[in-house]
């Protein structure tokens, strides 16, 4: 048996052994008529409340709840702290002030267990805020010991898979999802603003649409059809402008059936808007405010350290075209190639694949990928994307070639897209008929053909600006997260 084996067994052993020891406590808790799993206990106080306020509370009576996270007992006294959604404050058990019968309770508490407590605010001699407690409540016995401060919950692959315990140990974590919250409400409150409507559209499509990305399938028996989980709200939400809407969004989870690296989980939030009667340049004057917003309504501010580096959300935001950009980092002048030839014979040069059916620019877009993007470290808008990788984006009036679309770049990474939409029914076909060629060519995250969209269009849509954010990268930025895992609750994993 190898040290790492034998480590293990005896980890396995000692949790068995405490497991048992407070099972044992349980059994005698029972026994005594202590019911171990309470019911409704109302609290006059958070902790954070006790500490922060404590020249009016002092001698004032404050009822609290919580989780045990340290117990140290000297006899006939015993102090704790106990912890609940604001923080920790100390709780101070005298035999004398609790009665014989109550203070035998004491020895049944447990690190992790969750009582209710009632007593007296002050101050012990060494000048630590505290409560002297008068009654206590059992409200949850914990059967599980937590890991240990120090050599804990260290483990990223356990914080992931028993994020329940990572919030526990690890408060900080925490602070993490209420910035999370707090930046999907300071979205809300600003369309709310601009008189933007939040609607919801359907998370099963029949056609799978809005993204370049390769759909999950489920199948609906009833109806005896396949379905797709949405890889992109976008179609939905532009029969809604069809319709007579002006100015709507959506918050919500999308589905794509990719890899999973620091930068991307199968699922994920995000916020697509779209106004009427706008083009991408509005569009992109909203990208920028939503942002600055989120981050000075957040943190209080519009520059932020994000891994070491400081980034300022300060509109406007620097611009380059797509081929600028390859021009500035590759050093190919894109704007001389006019063969897919001449796009091959420069990829092959800088070692960057292209598929066989590309064309200058899906291949100039595989080179901007590997050359440029790793660069935009401060927000950038990128522009002048190729039709031929736009397929819902509106044609530019002076080069047909290039699209009214923008990507914008943070730290190398892609934060939000928008266009002018893409309202000629009869191009968009046209372009649907190109994407199902790529399709049958072999590329499964090319877009299928939506007849029932085309029919729409037909019906007329306003001239349109459309934008999508993803939500949780920028609450990567927003709380220095090195992988999207840590601001989404409960990321994929593997099976163990």
Request: hydrophobic residues 40%; contains cysteine; proline residues 4%.
């Amino acid at each position: 048996m190898s040290d790492l084996e034998q480590n293990k067994n005896e980890v396995i052993e000692d949790l068995n052994e405490q497991i048992k020891v407070r099972l044992d406590k349980l059994k005698n808790i029972e026994e005594l008529g202590i019911e171990p799993y309470g019911r409704k206990y109302e609290k006059t106080h958070y902790a954070k409340d006790i500490v922060d306020n404590y020249e009016t509370l002092e001698g004032n009576v404050a009822k609290i709840s919580g989780r045990i996270m340290a117990i140290r007992g000297h006899g006939k006294t015993c102090f704790m702290h106990v912890a609940d959604i604001s923080g920790k404050v100390q709780l101070y058990f005298r035999q004398d002030v609790l009665g014989e019968e109550e203070y035998k309770k004491i020895q049944y508490f447990d690190i992790g267990d969750i009582i209710g407590v009632e007593g007296e605010v002050f101050k012990t001699q060494k000048g630590e805020i505290s409560i002297k407690v008068k009654e206590c409540s059992f409200l949850t016995k914990a059967l599980r010991p937590l890991p240990e401060k120090w050599h804990g919950l260290k483990d990223i692959e356990i914080r992931y898979r028993q994020r329940y315990l990572d919030l526990i140990v690890n408060p900080e974590v925490r602070d993490s999802f209420i910035v999370r919250s707090k930046v999907l409400q300071s979205m809300r409150e600003f369309l709310s603003k601009k008189d933007f409507l939040e609607v919801e559209t359907p998370l099963m499509h029949p056609i799978a649409g809005g993204a370049a990305a390769k759909p999950f399938i489920t199948h609906h028996n009833a109806l005896d059809m396949d379905l797709y989980l949405r890889i992109a709200p976008e179609l939905y939400l532009k029969r809604l402008i069809v319709g007579g809407f002006e100015k709507i969004f959506e918050i919500g989870r999308v589905f794509r059936n990719e890899g999973i690296s620091i930068k991307h989980n199968p699922e994920f939030t995000i916020i697509e808007l779209y106004q009427a009667y706008a083009d991408h340049e509005a569009v992109m004057e909203i990208t920028e405010e939503i942002v600055a917003n989120a981050a000075q309504q957040v943190l209080g501010t519009m520059k932020i350290n994000y891994q070491d580096t400081e980034i300022d959300f300060t509109p406007p935001w620097s611009r380059l075209t797509m081929v600028e950009a390859v021009k500035k980092y590759a050093n190919v002048d894109f704007s001389e190639v006019k063969t897919v030839e001449e796009a091959r014979s420069i990829a092959d040069k800088l070692n960057i694949h292209y598929e066989k059916g590309q064309g200058i620019g899906a291949i100039l877009n595989n080179i901007f990928e590997e050359t440029a993007e790793e660069y935009l470290i401060q927000p950038t808008f990128i522009i002048g994307h190729p039709t031929e990788i736009s397929p819902l984006a509106k044609r530019n009036k002076e080069n047909p070639d290039i699209t009214d679309r923008f990507e914008a770049f943070v730290f190398g990474r892609e934060l939000a897209n928008g266009f002018s939409e893409l309202n000629d029914p009869i191009d968009q076909k046209g372009r649907f008929t190109e994407q199902l060629e790529q399709r049958l060519a072999g590329d499964d995250e090319a877009h299928m053909m939506d007849e029932d969209y085309i029919t729409a269009l037909e019906y007329g849509l306003p001239p349109t600006g459309g934008l999508g954010i993803g939500v949780d990268r920028l609450v990567m930025f927003l709380t220095d997260a090195y992988s999207i895992r840590d601001v989404i609750l409960f990321p994929h994993m593997r099976h163990k």
